[in-house]
């Protein structure tokens, strides 16, 4: 379903040569319109070119769908893919484009106290994953020792990194990483949290989530999922969290998630 942040009718579909190797990975198991993308990568070779190169495990995919799907009979119909695919992406797409208009969505106005009571940041270092524009590490910096936002996304991470610049903050790093394939030692952090990221590989990513957080230290997901006991809450639940609830403006409603680790 689009989100409606942006129309991509005037969008050039070489905005694809911006994504990343993880994003491109998740084509093939992505919900994404296969004969749009198809018929626009017919009339695109530069960029099936890019995506075969960038991360040729899916290759074969590629080439299968491009078997599967005939070419577009005219430059008409071709844009008409071309942009059914780009507004298909547009989480993604405005990522690497226009992170600014990710930020200013209304989603991401909650109420900071939601995540600001529920831990005492104050000189601890903390972890933030899948940290996005750096709604959630941007808020915590001013009280924590060291905050780390990782984002696998480099537009997002150069973002974040003139944010933190012009806020003042010499504590903050952006660094490249993935929540199954975090870039630090064991029991590093006082504080591992991140907001609309948990939930893709349960088991590999929670287990992340513990290995790098110190013995007695938090982990904190806010938010951790949609308000619904689905396979998340129960896996949650499962690991010994606690939970409550909260709204996103525009969103609904949204369920946190907190566990402090044996000492």
């Known amino acids: ?24 990975r998740w084509l093939p198991v992505g919900n994404v319109p296969v004969p749009a993308l198809a018929a626009a990568l017919h009339g695109n070779p530069a960029v099936l070119w890019f995506l075969q190169h960038k991360c040729p495990e899916i290759s ?3 080439a299968e769908i491009m078997s599967t799907h005939p070419a577009p009979e005219n430059p008409a119909a071709l844009r008409i893919a071309e942009v059914q695919f780009l507004q298909a992406l547009e989480d ?4 690497v484009l226009e992170p600014e208009c990710y930020d200013r969505q209304p989603f991401t106005r909650w109420d900071s106290a939601e995540l600001l009571n529920r831990a005492d940041f104050s000189g601890k270092t903390v972890i933030d994953i899948g940290a996005g524009t750096g709604r959630l ?13 990782v984002e696998p996304v480099t537009n997002l991470r150069d973002f974040m990194r003139t944010r933190a610049t012009a806020l003042g ?21 006082d504080i591992t949290m991140g907001g609309h990221v948990f939930g893709d590989e349960l088991a590999a990513e929670w287990q992340e989530l513990v290995r790098v957080t110190r013995p007695g230290g938090l982990i904190l997901l806010c938010p951790g999922n949609n308000d619904k006991d689905n396979p998340t809450h129960q896996f949650l639940m499962a690991q010994g969290c606690q939970w409550s609830v909260f709204e996103e403006p525009t969103d609904g409603l949204k369920r946190k998630y907190w566990k402090q680790l044996p000492g």
């Open 92 to 95: 993604w797409l405005i990522y």
């Open 1 to 24: 379903m689009p989100l409606g942040w942006k129309d991509f009718s005037a969008t050039s579909f070489n905005a694809l040569l911006l994504l990343e190797r993880v994003q491109i």
């Open 137 to 149: 590490a941007l808020t915590v910096a001013p009280l924590a020792r060291l905050v780390y936002a």
């Open 60 to 62: 074969p995919w590629l």
């Open 169 to 189: 903050l010499t504590n903050f790093y952006a660094v490249d990483g993935l929540i199954t394939a975090l870039p630090f030692p064991a029991a590093f952090a």
